[in-house]
């Protein structure tokens, strides 16, 4: 009989070790080393960084706004607050050609003025009377909001909300705490009850000689973060985006999104002279703000 062999690697030499890798190299069983250069380290980030949901927004490059209301029928562009609701009937209102338009366009947001500083709601609002309820529209029975609301959404078309803070309407602005939960009720209202809201706008504009009225602002952006948590926010000064400074459809050359919020207010005088800064006077005026220049 012939004997079996249990010798194993164990019991060769060096040199077979040594000639059986070379083997094992040449025939393509082990490959040799390769160097692998380190990756370089990105550069630190320009400060601030964005958040997932502003860069969304810049992402978008495409927005429909939407100012339709009671000027639409009293041919104004700034009302007065004085307007009958009977005045408002859009007999041959359809939301889906607006919604047509917007996808056409490259739309993805669609943005609807629920209230202007005329103070007219354009939902039945459970707070005032100054509303859709009051107009011949529908017997008193429509919603300009669900209507915009459930044809963007056919149309794959996400929606955005105006509520203007300034309303020449009701009697409660001027009286501080009166006005804030009548506004912030109003604003609980839009938040819960159209769907997801991908946008909330509150401008800060007012006329010089408008009643003098303190926003609690910070109550209603935590209003929107609570209800409608992945919703940008806009106002003058932020938090998220802002006005671009002036209602002429352009921007200086580079209007960058960051912005020193320590030292604007939304609705103060003269912001607009700081949201027109090119990059250029941005930079020179920061430099010699920090240098106490000015």
């Known amino acids: 009989m012939h004997s079996t062999s249990n010798e194993g690697i164990g019991d060769m030499g060096g040199a077979s070790l040594l000639r059986l890798a070379a083997a094992m190299v040449l025939t393509g069983l082990v490959s040799p080393p390769v160097a692998v250069a380190a990756r370089a380290t990105p550069p630190l980030p320009v400060l601030p960084i964005p958040t997932a949901a502003q860069l969304a927004w810049q992402r ?20 007065t607050g004085e307007e009958d609701p009977a005045l408002f009937g859009p007999a ?5 050609q607006w919604m047509d338009a917007a996808a056409a366009a490259g739309a993805s947001l669609a943005i609807l003025v629920a209230k202007h500083h005329d103070g007219f709601c354009l939902w039945p609002s459970a707070y005032t009377a100054h509303s859709v309820r009051a107009s011949p529209w529908h017997s008193g029975a429509g919603d300009v909001v669900r209507k915009f609301a459930a044809a963007a959404r056919a149309r794959g078309v996400d929606t955005g909300l105006y509520l203007s803070p300034w309303d020449l309407h009701d009697q409660r602005y001027g009286r501080e705490v009166a006005y804030n939960e009548y506004y912030l009720a109003q604003l609980h209202e839009l938040l819960t009850g159209y769907g997801s809201l991908s946008e909330i706008w509150f401008d800060g504009h007012k006329e010089e000689n408008a009643t003098n009225m303190t926003y609690h602002f910070q109550e209603w952006f935590q209003t929107v973060r609570q209800l409608q948590s ?7 000064a932020g938090p998220d985006v802002r006005w671009v400074g002036n209602e002429d459809g352009f921007v200086g050359t580079t209007c960058w999104s960051t912005v020193n919020r320590s030292m604007i207010t939304i609705g103060a005088t003269g912001i607009e002279k700081y949201d027109t800064f090119s990059f250029h006077e941005y930079a020179k005026f920061t430099y010699h703000f920090i240098n106490r220049k000015i």
Do not use: K, P, Q, Y
């Open 230 to 236: 992945s919703s940008i926010i806009f106002s003058d």
């Open 92 to 96: 041959a209102l359809n939301a889906s």
């Open 60 to 79: 978008r490059e495409v927005i429909m706004f939407f100012h339709f209301g009671m000027n639409t029928f009293t041919d104004s562009e700034l009302g």
